[in-house]
């Protein structure tokens, strides 16, 4: 079992940063990799960022390269979003994930079906 909270979302002009935390509970959250996902109004969850359980692998969704950095320390427990250069189409609410159906693998996927354990997510605005 594993419980994810996100924090740190919140209201930021475009052009600005916000880095979103997610903290886990559970005895093999650095085993796993992690995702992060978003879904603004009135569309469908969409990929944003994994990272492998060491932190070797990442993957970026083309929307947000560039801009976006997942980072984790397996430590903490956490995982992080670093968001930069924000756009109001980056406004979502979003969530943490992680992918228990393997131990130390380096593989991720971009698929909300590899991710079994989900955060409730945190609100991120950025107005126009």
């Known amino acids: 079992q594993m419980q994810l909270a996100e924090s740190g979302g919140g209201l930021v002009q475009a052009g600005g940063s916000l880095r979103l935390s997610c903290a886990a509970s559970?005895?093999?959250?650095?085993?796993?990799?992690m995702g992060w996902f978003r879904r603004a109004p009135g569309k469908e969850r969409e990929f944003v960022s994994a990272?492998?359980?060491?932190?070797?692998?990442?993957y970026y969704a083309d929307s947000v390269k560039g801009r976006f950095t997942i980072s984790r320390d397996n430590a903490k427990d956490t995982v992080y979003l670093q968001m930069n250069s924000l756009k109001p189409e980056d406004t979502a609410e979003y969530y943490c994930?992680?992918?228990?159906?393997?131990?130390?693998?380096?593989?991720?996927?971009?698929?909300?079906?590899?991710?079994?354990?989900w955060g409730q997510g945190t609100q991120v605005t950025v107005p126009s």
């Open positions: 559970g005895p093999t959250f650095s085993a796993h990799a």
């Open positions: 994930a992680a992918d228990t159906s393997a131990y130390y693998s380096t593989s991720l996927s971009n698929s909300p079906m590899a991710y079994d354990y």
């Open positions: 990272i492998s359980w060491n932190g070797d692998n990442k």
